[in-house]
């Protein structure tokens, strides 16, 4: 079993920045695709942005330039750097990842519990 534990959720005025972190534990023997989606009151869940284990990113249009993903490897971590927060980012971020268990397994994917950011002022 992998499961995956967000931190780093809060409320923070309009400009703002926070920083959410993602760590993966259990049976892992890689990790593919990481990343993070967020899902507002009476919306669909989005992405916002991933990144491959050979490190490519792919970000929503909306948060490009002000969110940062980046990954540790060696800590089975993933983070997402949000600047310039604005009141339309208020949801609920939720961590995603593709884990392997074993050479040749396929990978699947699972979810964190999901962590609230507001922006509010």
Known sequence: QVRLVE?????VQPGGSLRLSCAASGSIFRLDAMGWYRQAPGKQRELVA??????NTNYADSVKGRFSVSR???????HLEMNSLKVEDTAV???NARPRTMP?????EIWGQGTQ????S
Do not use: E, Q, W
Not at 7 to 11: A, E, K, P, R, T
Not at 104 to 108: I, M, N
């Open 7 to 11: 931190s780093g959720g809060g409320l």
């Open 50 to 55: 991933i990144v491959t284990g050979g490190g």
């Open 72 to 78: 540790d490897n060696v800590k089975n971590t993933v």
């Open 93 to 95: 971020y939720y961590c």
């Open 104 to 108: 040749g397994s396929p990978s699947y």
């Open 117 to 120: 950011v507001t922006v509010s």
